[in-house]
């Protein structure tokens, strides 16, 4: 008999890869007397039967006595958690640490387009676990410094900016990044061109650009809350000329002072006129409260302006620019989940803006972002309520990825296969409390 080198028969391995390789949304199966976190009301529907059937929830409430099921009483489900914000740029993937995190979408800001792309068929045609993908591939930006982890385009005149959202479009990918570097000719460029060829364009609020220009210009996200000190602050105009001479002097002491100066200069009508706006145009904020946590008035000043933009409307999404050192895949969106907490928001609310608030942002609602007929069966199970306490979010007692029931067992194994790759690749503790301030790029001011 023909034996491969592990030792088992050529036939067993055929066959186990086979199964292994089918689809794995066509099995149905029943989570029976759970509890339904209905994330858009904040309320819990107890004990229903939830009905998954290739792939979709085909009924929550009194269901037929299931066939196959599992008992989810005592338990909690919850939609399949989003990280808005990360980088899918390890070399290998580390897709299993997220989806043992419940995380089971995520959108990429920025990564090797080519092998975004083979990852993000692999999981769409159920030969990887891992979560849904959404991805801008290469950003753009501005003149600049390479920076090793991360390939830009750079586009440095508005020709090169259309010709760029042009390009990228073209590759096939979800929306167009942009980063700080670009001029404001060339941003207004980019916008304009991405209206005319219907590209979404998401991603930082360039130095040279206001976040009002940015409003105005339909940004559909912008992240980091970069460029909102300045532009709640009643000195904006003073604080924005004398940042571009500090940055022409590369002085860091001045730029430390500017900042706290806008912090300090909080104006609440400005903020709020603002926020309105925001809300009003549809424009999202993905604050990354968790990665930016390093200096204090900072993060006291976002946490501020995170509470008030939720007052206001203002759409949040939940991300953490995992991908970056010290950024755990995965487990780092139940720290930011928890900064939200921290900053003001109820438990539901932090819980919508990695759920519900994706799905809005995506135009998917009818089929993603929280529990119903029709709606796919990305789910997370847990052993206590994470209305009561949002760090709840992480007793996961077992995830359905695409209708595929992965239980504890299960998620350890495909956590553990990418722990050792990411382990390898760059050290990591999950998120420090105050990263070593060498690490970060200076773009990301
Ligand atoms: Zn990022």
């Known amino acids: 008999m023909l034996t491969s080198a592990?030792?088992?028969?050529?036939?067993?391995?055929?066959?186990?890869?086979?199964?292994?390789?089918?689809?794995?949304?066509?099995?149905?199966v029943t989570i029976r007397n759970v509890n339904v976190v209905d994330v858009e009301t904040g309320d819990v529907r107890k004990g229903v039967?939830?009905?998954?059937?290739?792939?979709?929830?085909?009924?929550?409430?009194v269901a037929p006595k299931p066939k196959s099921s599992i008992d989810g009483k005592g338990r909690y489900l919850?939609?399949?958690l989003w990280d808005m914000?990360?980088?899918?740029?390890?070399?290998?993937?580390?897709?299993?640490s997220y989806v043992a995190s419940g995380v089971l979408g995520v959108r990429d800001m920025g990564s090797n387009f080519a092998r975004t792309k083979e990852w993000?068929?692999?999981?769409?045609?159920?030969?990887?676990?891992?979560?849904?993908?959404?991805?801008?591939?290469?950003?753009?930006?501005?003149?600049?410094?390479?920076?090793?982890?991360?390939?830009?385009?750079?586009?440095?005149s508005p020709d090169a900016a259309r010709r760029a959202v042009d390009a990228i479009d073209r590759q096939g990918v979800d929306f167009v990044n942009i980063l700080s570097a670009l001029s404001r000719d060339s941003y207004y460029a980019l916008a304009q061109r991405a209206r005319v060829i219907r590209a979404?364009?998401?991603?930082?609020?360039?130095?040279?650009?206001?976040?009002?220009?940015?409003?105005?210009?339909?940004?559909?996200?912008?992240?980091?809350?970069?460029?909102?000190?300045?532009a709640c602050s009643s000195e904006e105009a003073e604080l924005r000329e004398a940042r571009l001479l500090a940055i022409d002097a590369k002085d860091e002491a001045a730029l430390s002072q500017i900042r706290l100066r806008s912090y300090n200069t909080f104006s609440e009508a400005k903020a709020t006129d603002l926020f309105k706006r925001m809300a009003r145009f549809d424009v999202w904020q993905t604050p990354t409260l968790t990665v930016r946590k390093q200096a204090e008035a900072e993060y006291e000043f976002n946490q501020r302006v995170v509470k008030l933009m939720q007052s206001y409307g203002v759409g949040l999404l939940a991300g953490t620019d995992s991908g970056e050192p010290h950024v755990a895949p995965g487990s780092s969106l139940h720290k930011e989940l928890e900064a939200f907490v921290k900053a003001g928001l109820t438990p539901a609310q932090a819980l919508r803006t990695a759920?519900?608030?994706?799905?809005?942002?995506?135009?998917?609602?009818?089929?993603?972002?929280?529990?119903?007929?029709?709606?796919?069966?990305?789910?997370?199970?847990?052993?206590?309520n994470p209305l009561d306490d949002i760090r709840n979010t992480r007793r996961i007692a077992s995830v359905i990825v695409r209708?595929?029931?992965?239980?504890?067992?299960?998620?350890?194994?495909?956590?553990?296969?990418?722990e050792a790759t990411w382990r390898g690749d760059t050290p990591f503790t999950e998120v420090l409390p105050k990263p070593p301030r060498q690490r970060r790029k200076p773009r990301k001011r």
């Open 355 to 384: 759920t519900i608030n994706p799905a809005r942002y995506f135009g998917s609602e009818v089929r993603a972002g929280s529990i119903a007929p029709g709606k796919r069966a990305d789910l997370v199970l847990l052993d206590a």
């Open 120 to 156: 993000r068929e692999s999981v769409e045609a159920a030969r990887k676990i891992g979560p849904r993908i959404y991805t801008s591939g290469t950003p753009v930006d501005g003149p600049g410094l390479e920076v090793a982890t991360m390939e830009v385009v750079r586009a440095g």
């Open 403 to 418: 209708g595929r029931l992965l239980d504890g067992k299960e998620l350890k194994r495909v956590s553990k296969e990418t």
């Open 85 to 96: 914000h990360v980088h899918l740029w390890p070399q290998k993937a580390l897709l299993g």
């Open 200 to 230: 979404v364009f998401a991603g930082h609020v360039p130095d040279a650009v206001t976040v009002s220009q940015a409003l105005d210009a339909r940004q559909k996200s912008m992240e980091h809350l970069l460029g909102i000190a300045f």
């Open 49 to 61: 039967n939830v009905v998954i059937d290739r792939g979709y929830i085909t009924s929550v409430g």
């Open 78 to 80: 919850i939609p399949g």
């Open 6 to 28: 592990s030792g088992y028969p050529v036939v067993v391995r055929v066959f186990a890869l086979l199964i292994c390789c089918l689809p794995v949304f066509s099995s149905s």
